[in-house]
């Protein structure tokens, strides 16, 4: 097979990239004068034709060009693990032979495929009716009726296959089937009539072509936001971290400046047991919301607590509040939610009205089995917690009969947790409200993280839908001539097919069921992974291929429901045919001022795409101020993590810094000696001058605050994820305060006039 092209460099993933951000800009500029590609690990053994033949029927990469630009072919042992996590036998020659051949005619056997993404007038039905056979097509559409497909009469490809001929006929979707989940079902009738002797069914999704354009303020052309990491950002009332409350008042504050979104960090479940994993990009689940964020106060029956139990909640509050004001200390987040729960214990105890308790009911019964086998997860986790003792082996199966008796056992704390997700559910349902209230177009725009913890509950309640002894990350480039491991399993593509999706469905409508927009980590995820077999090097990993076709299709038929709108992160150098098709999708990508380059000097807004969110920065990128101030430099200078000398950085700095200002300056943005406030302004100011649809401020640079959220390259080294808003003083900034702030009001100001 002729080598594909050399593929980007890894784009950075909500904090699992460790390189720095000069790496990352858009067309690969500053990437000159690379240090050479590492030893190319010894390779035991080169993979078989019969190997390779094998591993690129299941969409495994055997060959690829790397950062370096070397041609890198897969080794055997990659091969062999990846594919055995697929449930494919290459135990020797004779298994992967038959594993081939089952390839190649497992589709000839099957009457119908397990699902269908498609578009209108786009993919064909494909079925395989054996000889001597007509077949019958009914689809049953969402709302329960019913109406015959018609069936080609010609069949264009035969095949024999067990003794049996079979016949391959592709088969139009009508185009007057709506969008949505329908359901196709299949009969083979022998020749001359007769009963059936075969049926199959297969879930059809049809999907819209192209998603519209982000809505807008009367009399705009394209909608601003703010974007903001919600636990830093804490108000008078919040219990030591920012919460759905929080997030209902940041967005009505910037509503009522003119923004149409406020763009917030994955709100996806972390652990119910200490510690809680800080990252809000490792998650213990996309599907669920994350109760630490709940607000206590506003849940309605907490007005009829009795007046000792009330006393007990205010008392629970007090000692994490007292942070609200701390901008030195990291975010607790394990002493937050062990306030909470105690309070929330208390809550819950109160007697429900027969209304509340039905809207409860409903939602549980909405959410199904998934929400119950949540619930059982972080009530099984409880109990180990509590019990201090190993969890038994027998616990990572949901179906042993060890968990069957738990899910007994501790049905009251199950409960729980279904009550908490309501509460959670009904918290973001009122921040969306507020949102739309203050005038935001799109409102509250969610992040979907890349992936899950290996130990998350998505992991063990859905352990046949990812692959095993796997783990995904990125190959080797100029900083991380290692590659990196993000330790968070793939889903496989096959399981993810005969699913009919409904993973990724399930996840994308409870992030849209109060939200206007959703924002994809590392889009291109949807399309390939870098996996990585256990016990291996990030650097003996490859790519796999997921049908983007099928995963984009449910993600706009999801979001045209919502009447939501679609960003991917495609930072980086993805290949330009990812980013024309997710345009004409109308998935919009992402823009970072710093990272768009034109030769020596940087592309002016005027050139960047439509299709784009545009922003100066992101949470994995020093704030502007601290940018300005060299912090970035001093921080890795600090933390060991600077690959030259500390002079080189700094001067390096200094000219793309002197770039941007005269940039401003020949713009007439500023003027010679800008203070810091200032530029920070023109740069925001700067990018609406793109034909971008939706532009992003960062709170962060509204405020002054020079502390960056994230240092890619650490774990213990750096407070990730837990640093709280402050301004270019160091002091706490809250929520009350923003509408006051004068740099706040400046700013947004200054980018809703220029738009």
Known sequence: ATPAPPPEPPTYTGGHST????????????????????????????????????????????????????????????????????????????????????????????????????????RPLIVHVADAHDVSL??????????????????????????????????????????????????????????????????????????????????RRRGWGLMAQLYSVRSARSWGMGDFADLGDLAAVAGARGADFLLVNPIHAAEVTSPIEPSPYLPATRRFLAPLYVRPEDIEETAYLAPEDRSVVDAARVPVSAMNRDAAARIDRDAVWAAKRAALEIIRAVPRSPGRQAQLDAFVVREGQPLQDFALWCAIEEHFAEQKSERPEEVDDIRSPLVARLREQLADRVEFHLWLQWIADQQVEAAQRAATASGMSIGVMHDLAVGVHTRGSDAWSLRDMYARGITVGAPPDMYNQQGQNWNQPPWLPGALARSAYSPLRDMIRTLLRHAGALRIDHVIGLFRLWWIPAGLGADAGTYVRYDHE??????????????????????GLVEPWVRDYL????????????????????????????????????????????????????????????????????????????????????????????????????LNVLITAS?????????????????????????????????????????????????????????????????
């Open 19 to 122: 390189a720095p951000r000069r790496a990352e800009r858009s067309d690969g500029s500053d990437m000159t004068g690379l240090s050479q590609p590492p030893d190319t690990p010894a390779r035991a053994e080169a993979p078989s034709p019969t190997l390779v033949a094998l591993a690129e029927a299941h969409g495994i990469a055997t060959e690829y060009w790397s950062f370096f630009g070397e041609h890198v072919s897969v080794p055997a042992a990659t091969l062999h693990a990846i594919l055995t996590a697929m449930g494919v036998d290459t135990s020797d020659d004779a298994a992967l032979a038959a594993a081939l051949l089952e390839v190649d005619e497992g589709p000839w056997r099957d009457l119908l495929p397990p699902s269908l993404v498609t578009r209108p007038g786009a």
């Open 691 to 755: 034909p971008s649809l939706l532009l992003g401020i960062a709170l962060v640079d509204a405020v002054g605050e020079r502390r960056v959220q994230n240092q890619p390259g650490t774990d213990r080294e750096y407070p990730n994820w837990q640093v709280p808003l402050a301004d270019s003083q160091g002091r706490a900034v809250l929520i009350d305060d923003l509408p006051r702030h004068e740099r706040f009001v400046s700013l947004l100001s200054a980018v809703d006039s220029a738009v």
């Open 583 to 682: 345009s004409a999708r109308g998935v919009l990508g992402t823009s970072v001022l710093w990272f768009e380059r034109e030769g020596d000097g940087f592309r002016p807004p005027e050139s960047y795409r439509r299709a784009l969110l545009a922003t100066v920065n992101t949470h994995d990128l020093p704030p502007t101020a601290g940018y300005l101030a060299d912090e970035h430099v001093a921080l890795r200078a600090r933390l060991g993590l600077l690959t030259r000398p500390v002079d080189e950085e700094l001067a390096d700095a200094a000219r793309e810094r002197e770039g941007m200002l005269a940039l401003l300056r020949e713009r007439g943005l500023i003027h010679e000696g800008a203070g810091e406030q200032e530029v920070i302004e023109a």
């Open 550 to 571: 099928a995963m984009i299709g449910v993600l706009a038929l999801e979001a045209h429901r919502a009447g939501a709108v679609l960003i991917g992160e495609d930072l």
């Open 138 to 219: 009914t689809v049953t559409l969402e709302d329960g009726t019913q109406r015959d497909i018609p069936i080609p009469e010609q069949r264009p490809a035969a095949r024999l296959v067990d003794g049996v001929l079979r016949w391959r006929v592709e088969v139009p979707v009508p185009d007057d089937v709506p969008l949505g989940w329908h359901t196709v079902r299949a009969e083979q009738l022998p020749h001359g009539g007769g009963e059936p002797d075969r049926a199959a069914t297969c879930t059809l999704v049809v999907t819209p072509d192209r998603l519209p354009d982000p809505p807008t303020r009367p009399g």
